[in-house]
């Protein structure tokens, strides 16, 4: 029998086994895996459409929509999601992948950019209206984007709703669809690469991820330090701290990292920006070193003239 990663009195041991080989097989899992393949496939298809019409695709950008179907597909359809209702740090794994792991690789990996460049001219001017709608300019909108993905943090582990969604599953399952987009929202935001109504600047978007720090930290602060389980029905206290610090820690990181990403984003940007000035420079230094067409140039013995 493989040992327990994690032993506690009350929420289940955590066993490499399970991990392994528990996968969903439920009927929304796989309705669920079925469609996150499907995007996936899309990607891949849309990308040889380019390549046969000699437009070059990214490379990375494919890798890193691959690694977030990869992570949402762990997240909701692997062995892990056979303890998400049992052991609360197994939840908060869960709920770093959907929300800040897979969505930052979907970002990376600009999907809409990807549609408009494969897509005919009907298809593209359809997303772009879709782009443009006044219901996604609003949903997309910086302020409803920041206040929904912090406010989700903070009402699901620190209100009874974590606890509600527990006893009914439905809930719960909607509960994961929720993070993934207010995830994918949040991070099109700040990380993305596609177009969009809101173009933020680079220290807006660093000052955004600044705002989550304190917000994360007090999440940790009072789950590391609870008197009593989130959900005292399905985890342990020694669980609920133990999830605590996973999202307090793991959770920083990322902003860390996020944070790195938007500097270099910056740092490519100021590059292109010096590029371009420079060509611009060239042809008017090349412009104005060009010879001058004297007077009466191409008068009635030139031929061009008449």
Known sequence: MTPPLFADAVSPPIELHTLLTGWQTDTLSLVALAIELGLAAWYLVSARRLARRGRRWSRWRTASFLAGTALVVVAAQSGLAAYDDEVFAAHVVQHLLLMNLAPICYALGAPVTLALQASNRPTQRRLLRVIHHPVVEF????????VVAYGTMVAY???????????????????????????CLFWWLVVGLDPSRWRLGYPAKLGILAAGIPVTAILGVALTSASTSVAPAFHSLADTRRGGSILWIVGELITFVAMAII?????????????????LLDAAEALAAAPAVPDGAGSAGDPGAR
Do not use: I
């Open 139 to 146: 949903v997309t909108h910086p302020a409803v984007v920041v």
């Open 157 to 183: 582990f620190l209100t009874p709703f974590y606890n509600f969604s527990l006893e009914h599953p439905l809930v719960h399952d909607l509960t994961h669809l929720h993070f993934l987009v207010s995830g």
């Open 263 to 279: 500097v270099y984003q910056w740092m490519r940007n100021e590059e292109r920006q010096a590029v371009r000035a420079d060509r």
